[in-house]
């Protein structure tokens, strides 16, 4: 897993390269994956701009998670899945969820994913049907207001709950990915 950045901070870019920065901070510190692309799953966004190189980590940011029929080893028709822990002033501002493969098997009629946080499951995304054909456009999308109640404490973990009609470790197939867009205020 990636370390996270506490602070920003800057390095003399004149006459190197972007790579050779991301190779000499990978090197000096190799749990760290470094990347500057909106579709990257990694916790860091490095920025080069004006001779600088910035580790933000005020920037929202999206982080992936893929979640299969394998992980949902609960026998109970409810699974909660730990996504991360939201840092100390986290703020979540979105959750995209979207399945490639249904989740069915084990006689299931309905399988649905929320995601949310330790007591409110689905505060941050509301039941998504993840037993329905998966398509193009079969997604979900929520984006966030943004309460006192849903800002982050220390110890927050960002959950995805399971609800199906059958125990969870029952299903036989199925495969979603989930991205939420959060920040850490500093």
């Not at 966004?45 to 609960?74: C, E, H, Q, Y």
């Amino acid at each position: 897993m990636a370390t996270t950045f506490n602070r920003s901070g800057n390095l003399p870019t004149s006459n190197v390269t972007r790579q050779e920065i991301y190779d000499l901070v990978e090197q000096l510190i190799p749990q760290n994956e470094l990347c500057d692309d909106s579709d990257s799953t990694t916790d860091q966004t490095l920025t080069v701009s004006g001779g600088l190189v910035r580790a933000n980590m005020n920037v929202p940011r999206w982080k992936k998670f893929n979640i299969t029929f394998a992980d949902l080893d609960t026998a109970s028709t409810t699974h909660l899945e730990d996504l991360f822990d939201l840092g100390t002033n986290g703020v979540p501002h979105a959750v995209f969820i979207k399945h490639s493969t249904p989740f069915t098997g084990g006689g299931a009629t309905s399988c649905v994913v929320g995601v949310g946080y330790s007591g409110s499951s689905t505060a941050y995304a509301g039941a998504f049907d993840v037993f329905q054909a998966a398509a193009a456009a079969t997604n979900q999308m929520n984006t966030l207001t943004v309460s006192n109640a849903a800002i982050s404490v220390p110890g927050t973990t960002i959950q995805a709950e399971f609800v199906s009609d059958v125990n969870c470790d029952l299903l036989t197939a199925g495969d979603v990915d989930i991205w939420v867009l959060y920040s850490e205020c500093y």
